[in-house]
């Protein structure tokens, strides 16, 4: 296999640098046009990904490899990297603390983790992705970020004690190695519990159960632009890692499934619950997260081929929801909704598509994968999980609902009158805020080539 494969990942560190170093080097009036430029980049890098990525093969004597599972993974990353900037550019005041370089560098990490052979390589590709979206949150809210470096440094201390136990258990740091060296009959206590350890570590940067106050609390204290790097691209990151990770796990599947099960109906049920009281369209968006997420856990806890192909599904609709909706639903809550639906139409129209998509709202993109992992939770006599995931789905669109019913059939208290001399507010339409909506509709559309292609993905995992 040719080095031009790694095409896509040197436009997107390279980017990164030249970004930090126009910073520096360029006059203010230049920087404007950073945003518009980081745009071209990642449509460029998905290009190359999208060209490239299709040859099979690897390199650095198989310490990186491409495969479909690979391809998936970072088209996916890269089109949630695309609507987060396209998002931050509504708002160009979000840019002024130059945080795209990390943003690029959080997006390389996730690269880095999907095309990893060895547990060492997933380790460095999240941790790296980790410390850059944390660098990003930090630059708005210094509190904030303190807090989830804190977070963020435990689970990198759990997953680096579980990588080491299992690596010293199999003789061997590589995923495929440890897929051979581990049996069923290798299950045992010392081994679950180092099992257990390790996907506590990924279970943080994901934010399941207890952790979403964490990562919840922490977004909402942030920029749109870090909350989406934290609750999406990270999110997507640590999926990947989790996807990669179980496959080299699969023969001992007894020491983690039923926990992941358990974690994924607290995450399903907690997530809806919390988004039908939040306050303001950001907590419910960051709670519909939490619900998403918990349905791509059971899907990798149903341990199969077709389990697996859905929470692909599930991640590629939340990468593109969940990096854009705080942008779109920023500093606004209760009646207000009435006023942007009224002053930003398209803003408004963005959010309520996004927010549905997040919630599983038929027939949207978070409806597509969700579907595909609650066929495979009943094929996986997973049933009881299916329920709950289902009362999670429901208390989600209600969330969504309510938001939509403060946007479109109340009014606010300083709405305007309309009889003579009364000044109506200006009315603004920015096509930048519906950009993630078409995204997703876009990804709807196109759901049954890009299941194909999630099922190729999990067939390159090898799993059953």
Avoid: C
């Avoid at 943003?103 to 999240?126: K, N, P, R």
């Avoid at 001992?252 to 009281?277: D, E, K, Q, Y």
């Amino acid at each position: 296999m040719r080095t031009t494969a790694l095409a896509p990942e040197v436009v997107i560190l390279g980017t990164s640098l030249l970004l930090l170093l126009g910073r520096r080097v360029l006059p203010p009036s230049y920087r404007a046009w950073f945003g518009a430029a980081a745009l071209v980049a990642a449509v460029v890098a998905l290009g190359l990904e999208l060209w490239l990525g299709a040859a099979v093969g690897t390199l650095f004597d198989g310490g990186w490899q491409q495969d479909r599972f690979a391809l998936f993974a970072k088209a996916a990353l890269l089109l949630g990297l695309i609507v987060l900037i396209a998002s931050s550019l509504w708002s160009p005041s979000e840019l002024e603390e130059n945080p795209l370089p990390a943003v690029f560098v959080v997006a390389f990490g996730g690269m880095v983790a999907a095309s990893a052979t060895s547990l060492v390589a997933l380790w460095a590709g999240l941790e790296v992705a980790a410390l850059a979206a944390i660098a990003v949150a930090g630059l708005s809210a210094r509190e904030a970020g303190t807090r989830l470096l804190l977070t963020s440094a435990v689970g990198a201390a759990l997953l680096a004690v579980g990588f080491a136990f299992l690596i010293a258990t199999a003789g061997d740091a590589s995923l495929a190695g440890l897929r051979t060296a581990l049996r069923p009959s290798s299950v045992n206590l010392s081994l679950t519990l180092a099992v257990l350890l390790t996907l506590t570590g990924v279970a943080i940067r994901l934010g399941l159960a207890p952790f979403q106050w964490l990562a919840v609390e922490g977004g909402l204290s942030v920029t749109p632009l870090g909350a989406g790097a934290l609750g999406g691209l990270l999110v997507g990151v640590a999926a990947i890692v989790a996807a990669r990770l179980l496959a080299g796990l699969e023969s001992v599947n007894m020491a983690w499934w039923p926990w992941l099960a358990v974690l994924s109906a607290a995450a399903m049920l907690l997530g809806g619950l919390r988004a039908a009281t939040a306050g303001s369209p950001r907590a419910v968006a960051a709670w519909l997260l939490v619900a998403q997420v918990g349905w791509v856990s059971a899907g990798l806890a149903a341990h199969d081929r077709r389990g697996s192909a859905g929470a692909l599904l599930v991640m590629g609709a939340l990468l593109l929801a969940a990096t854009a909706a705080p942008a779109l639903a920023r500093g606004e809550e209760g009646l207000q909704l009435a006023a942007l639906r009224r002053n930003q139409p398209l803003r408004a129209l963005g959010l309520v598509v996004l927010l549905l998509s997040l919630a599983g709202a038929p027939p949207l993109a978070g409806f597509v994968g969700q579907f595909a992992v609650a066929a495979e939770l009943v094929r996986s006599n997973l049933a009881w999980l299916l329920a709950v995931g289902l009362l999670g789905s429901l208390l989600s669109v209600v969330a969504a609902v309510r938001v939509i019913r403060l946007l479109y059939l109340e009014t606010s208290p300083d709405q305007p009158r309309t009889g003579r001399g009364a000044r109506m507010p200006e009315r603004t339409w920015s096509p930048v805020t519906l950009v993630p909506a078409l995204m997703v509709l876009l990804y709807t559309l196109l759901a049954n080539p890009i299941s194909g292609l999630a099922l190729q993905g999990a067939a390159a995992l090898k799993l059953p």
